[in-house]
């Protein structure tokens, strides 16, 4: 699927430590004469490699430009490559943010909807865990309508270093002491890398948990990053700079110092991420907070403002309204949404209905999308090697990643997006005036609305026990006749409620709901 090209380089000078002693980038010049400084990652030996996407047919050229300018096979020399067979710009498929930054957008312009799987330690390799469990847990997610998933680049949560449990087929990202990369790892890594982007799902790449920074340090931390960018961003991706950025060590006993250390550091991170990527991915943090602006200490590099609101089950409601609202009236506007609530089944809580409560809750408070998680998923348990416990000696589930992919919040999450696509999603906007009752501070379980003012209104009304009545749908425009029905969220059935228009005050009573759950009130205007 992918059309990047591979070039390999190789140094007759011999260093003592090739890695650490020397960096190569490789400028690259389409037949517009548009230039892209691409960097090269080690290969091992005395070995470069640069992997270049050419956005057209034609002749491309390149330099080599060399850390080492004394290393003349690495540095001034300069070539031609032919780009054949590409009737389609593969950067169409790149993603970019919108124009009015509420939302995320294909580089043809067709709008994106974020529905995120969570799978921190997917490029693990344990018992019962390997490349075709990874396909077929893929190829159900997209079965069910997901379209990223966001992973760890070995530097795990949940895992002290160098524990076994986060090796793949070829060890650890890095050798022991921090040394130098592990190629090898990487060179596994692409394999599953490439099976998500062949299966049409975006990668959100995440460096690292934001404990290892104080082991790795900045500059080392800069070149795992270096290693990221230069094989993986020639797929669409999106960087996420680092997880629960701002968290130090389960076990520290220096947490606020580390915790200073760790938000200024991914802070510079950042910024060198920005820098360096060639092809200008849209790029993200996990917070260790509620949101990205409570993580780092500037956050201009950003493009998406990701949430991480708990695991508290019902209890996490408050938090997980309260940030996604206030995070949606910032300015400047970025688009958000949260990568981290309630993980269906996480230490046996969070069902299903927790899922639809936070996914819908979420877009009609003006999220671009939403990321589901799974007991099981996200720390690759198997049935032969569950995950076991954490630094902090207790487990959290030792439910088996096959297990959890049957989890019935995520395809009732896949439903959710299906109906949104239905609509142009990406113009709803929060209206809670619409809607009475309506959720506030007091009372997080009542409804909430958003949409398009004569077009489309959506209602999520979240179930409540004896309570029937559906609500009272307000300030119907005059003159508008939508057509009503409403939706169940959990087997993706419609009941046809006829027509609705504004009656006194501008007001329409939806009748009682079919059965005592949630469920969401569309209102679609009448051709």
């Not at 990221?228 to 110092?257: D, K």
């Not at 996990?286 to 949101?291: G, I, K, L, Q, Y």
Request: net charge negative; proline share 8%; charged share 20%.
């Amino acid at each position: 699927m992918s059309n990047y090209l591979e070039l390999t380089f190789v140094s007759h000078k011999t260093y003592s430590d090739p890695f650490n002693e020397i960096e190569l980038d490789v400028e690259f010049t389409d037949p517009r004469g548009q230039i892209r400084r691409v960097p090269a990652f080690w290969a091992g030996g005395n070995t470069w490699r640069a992997r270049y996407l050419p956005t057209m047919a034609g002749q491309h050229q390149y330099r080599l430009a060399c850390s080492d300018p004394a290393n003349h096979d690495l540095h001034g020399q300069t070539g031609d490559l032919e780009a054949k067979d590409m009737p389609v710009d593969p950067l169409l498929r790149h993603l970019r943010i919108s124009e009015n930054r509420r939302y995320l957008e294909r580089a043809d312009g067709s709008p994106f909807f974020w529905l995120g799987d969570t799978w921190w330690l997917g490029l693990c390799a344990r018992k019962g865990w390997g490349l075709p469990e990874f396909t077929t847990l893929a190829r159900d997610r997209v079965k069910k309508g997901f379209t990223v998933v966001q992973i760890v680049a070995g530097l795990y949560p949940d895992l002290p270093p160098f524990d076994p449990r986060g090796f793949n087929e070829a060890g650890y990202p890095w050798e022991p002491e921090y040394a130098r990369i592990n190629p090898a790892y990487f060179d596994m890594a692409d394999r599953r890398i490439e099976c998500l982007v062949e299966e049409g799902l975006v990668p959100c790449l995440v460096a690292a948990w934001g404990y290892h920074l104080p082991w790795l340090g900045i500059e080392r931390m800069k070149k795992h990053w270096r290693t990221m960018i230069a094989r993986w961003a020639v797929y669409p991706v999106v960087w996420c700079v680092a997880g629960e950025a701002a968290m130090p060590y389960y076990l520290s006993q220096h947490r606020e110092e580390e915790a200073v250390f760790q938000k200024k550091g991914w802070t510079e991170i950042g910024s060198y991420v920005r820098e360096i990527d060639p092809y200008h991915h849209p790029i993200t943090i996990h917070p260790s907070a509620n949101c990205v602006h409570e993580t780092l200490d500037e956050v201009s590099m950003l493009d998406i403002d990701m949430m991480g609101t708990g695991h508290g089950d019902w209890q996490s409601v408050p938090s997980h309204v309260d940030t996604a609202q206030r995070e949606y009236a910032r300015k400047p506007a970025m688009p958000i949404l949260n990568g981290e609530v309630c993980y269906e089944g996480h230490m046996q809580t969070c069902w299903h209905g927790v899922q639809r409560f936070m996914f819908w809750s979420s877009i009609l408070n003006g999220a671009a999308g939403h990321t589901y998680g799974a007991g099981g998923i996200w720390q690759m348990n198997t049935r032969e090697q569950p995950h076991g416990p954490s630094p902090h000696g207790g487990t959290y589930e030792n439910t088996s990643w096959d297990e959890a992919a049957q989890l019935p919040g995520a395809r009732h999450l896949g439903l959710g997006k299906a109906l949104l696509l239905r609509y142009p999603w990406w113009r709803f906007e929060p209206h809670p005036e619409w809607v009475e009752p309506r959720w506030d501070s007091s009372n997080y379980m009542l409804p909430y609305a958003a949409g398009i003012p004569g077009e489309v209104r959506m209602i999520y009304i979240p179930a409540c026990i004896y309570q029937w009545q559906g609500p009272l749908i307000k300030e119907l425009e005059e003159g508008v006749t939508y057509h009503a029905f409403y939706f169940d969220p959990i087997k993706g059935v419609e009941y046809d409620l006829g027509s609705a228009a504004a009656g006194e005050g501008g007001t329409w009573q939806a009748p009682w709901v079919p059965l005592a759950q949630d469920w969401i009130l569309v209102l679609e205007r009448r051709p």
